[in-house]
């Protein structure tokens, strides 16, 4: 299975799609004036045609609410902005823009902790280096986390404007670390090595932090990079990433659900995400007993999502801050992948139960919820009713299973060997 991936700029005449004869479906990212505003998948004959009248049916169902929200947002926005232009010229400034930007951008790092895996590393630096020039105060920093050769050394001395660190203790969240003490930016930018920032990233990132000073954490859209592979093509069909295309504030309290903010995997992904560096750095930047690699592969993303919340500090969500995913091609790689999810989510609960005793009930509530849902999810995939095969939702629940049977506990034994043996 292999399907093609197309953005759809819906502002423009829409063309005709033809389908190669390797390809069994499509895959749209539709644009509206080049903001992000929906995704749809659709299996289709090898060699398949679309023309444009059936493309306007399948954009109005998947977006035609969407579209008419930003007409209205664009019309409600040019209003704003003739009032603030009536207000400019009463006031003598001449320069819109300088009402817009009240507060100076922050500078900014960009971080791509990486381990081994250079091709991925020059794809995703690049794909940086091509947005075009703005004036945001930024760098490009790369954390090389415990290599095991000098490749992606002699890489980033290739790439002029990007700043090489070395972080010799093996762990995501020990590189995240690296990164914030070694960052010079106002704003830290993490990226995972296997994605692509959109040609909007940094002004979707400008836009969420104009917009919310106040937030401590940004998150960001994440699309599939390619969808050549059965694996690839089922874990988008269960909703990959995608956290939609809204923007969204999250507070101290989210209405219509009772267990917030203890599900943290609501408010993004970990390959995408900004925080303000002295706030990381105010509640003891990530912890190193997560992410700590093909033992503990996952949880330091929900754990600092639920931190900073619980620190009363504004996360916000902003589509437009987008970037492309390259996900697990094999099915082999893609059911460990949820087995590490199961594994990370519960880790990042036992943590947090030990850590927030004010939380407690709710924990032991998310916990219950989440084994009846898995088993619900179970319960419909073997009567045919899920697109995820039982393999996978068996492997997330053996994943949570040990979690919660003193995964982090034992984590924090194997980090503190670790630091000794580097002291």
């Known amino acids: 299975m292999s399907y093609s991936i197309i953005e759809i700029e819906v502002t423009q005449p829409l063309p005709i799609i033809s389908l190669s004869n390797r390809d069994t479906g499509i895959a749209l990212i539709l644009r509206r004036k080049d903001r992000p505003i929906g995704f749809l998948m659709k299996a289709l004959p090898a060699g398949s045609q679309i023309t444009p009248e059936n493309l306007t049916q399948l954009i109005a169902e998947e977006a035609g609410v969407?579209?008419?929200?930003?007409?209205?947002?664009?019309?409600?926005?040019?209003?704003?902005?003739?009032?603030?232009?009536?207000g400019i010229r009463e006031h003598g400034d001449t320069n819109p823009a300088s009402l817009f930007f009240k507060r100076p951008l922050?500078?900014?790092?960009?971080?791509?902790?990486?381990?081994?895996?250079?091709?991925?590393?020059?794809?995703?630096?690049?794909?940086?280096?091509?947005?075009?020039?703005?004036?945001?105060?930024?760098?490009?920093?790369?954390?090389?986390?415990?290599?095991?050769?000098?490749?992606?050394?002699?890489?980033?001395?290739?790439?002029?404007?990007?700043?090489?660190?070395?972080?010799?203790?093996?762990?995501?969240?020990f590189a995240r670390n690296c990164a914030l003490h070694s960052?010079?930016?106002?704003?830290?930018?993490?990226?995972?090595?296997?994605?692509?920032?959109?040609?909007?990233?940094?002004?979707?990132?400008?836009?969420?932090?104009?917009?919310?000073?106040?937030?401590?954490v940004f998150t960001g859209l994440v699309l599939p990079y390619e969808l050549v592979t059965d694996a690839q093509i089922l874990f988008e069909q269960r909703g990959g990433f995608r956290r939609g295309f809204e923007k969204i504030r999250y507070g101290q309290i989210l209405p219509?659900?009772?267990?917030?903010?203890?599900?943290?995997?609501?408010?993004?992904?970990?390959?995408?995400?900004?925080?303000?560096?002295?706030?990381?750095?105010?509640?003891?930047?990530?912890?190193?007993?997560?992410?700590?690699?093909?033992?503990?592969?996952?949880?330091?993303?929900?754990?600092?999502?639920?931190?900073?919340?619980?620190?009363?500090?504004?996360?916000?969500?902003?589509?437009?801050y987008l970037v492309f995913h390259q996900h697990r091609r094999e099915y082999t790689q893609l059911r460990r992948q949820y087995w590490t999810w199961g594994l990370g989510f519960m880790a990042f609960v036992v943590k947090s139960y030990q850590s927030d005793p004010a939380q407690r009930s709710q924990l032991r509530r998310l916990v219950w919820w989440w084994f009846k849902d898995q088993l619900k999810q179970l319960k419909n995939s073997l009567r045919g009713h899920h697109v995820l095969p039982a393999?996978?939702?068996?492997?997330?629940?053996?994943?949570?299973?040990?979690?919660?049977?003193?995964?982090?506990?034992?984590?924090?034994?194997?980090?503190?060997?670790?630091?000794?043996?580097?002291?």
């Open 66 to 86: 969407k579209l008419l929200q930003e007409s209205i947002r664009e019309e409600l926005t040019a209003l704003e902005h003739q009032q603030e232009d009536a």
């Open 106 to 173: 922050p500078s900014l790092t960009v971080a791509i902790c990486t381990k081994d895996r250079p091709e991925n590393l020059a794809r995703c630096l690049q794909s940086l280096l091509n947005l075009q020039p703005s004036t945001w105060e930024w760098e490009i920093l790369v954390i090389d986390n415990a290599p095991s050769d000098e490749r992606t050394k002699e890489l980033v001395a290739s790439f002029p404007k990007v700043r090489y660190v070395r972080e010799p203790k093996p762990g995501l969240d």
């Open 183 to 216: 960052a010079m930016g106002e704003l830290l930018a993490y990226l995972d090595d296997d994605v692509l920032v959109d040609r909007k990233w940094l002004e979707g990132l400008m836009e969420a932090w104009t917009e919310n000073p106040d937030a401590a």
């Open 256 to 320: 219509g659900n009772p267990l917030h903010p203890c599900g943290a995997g609501i408010f993004g992904a970990g390959c995408n995400m900004s925080l303000r560096r002295n706030i990381l750095l105010e509640i003891g930047g990530f912890d190193e007993a997560l992410d700590t690699g093909a033992t503990l592969p996952g949880g330091g993303d929900l754990d600092i999502f639920y931190r900073v919340i619980r620190a009363g500090y504004p996360l916000v969500y902003e589509p437009k």
């Open 391 to 423: 393999t996978m939702i068996l492997a997330e629940f053996w994943g949570g299973i040990l979690g919660i049977l003193g995964e982090y506990p034992r984590s924090l034994k194997r980090v503190e060997n670790i630091r000794r043996q580097f002291s």
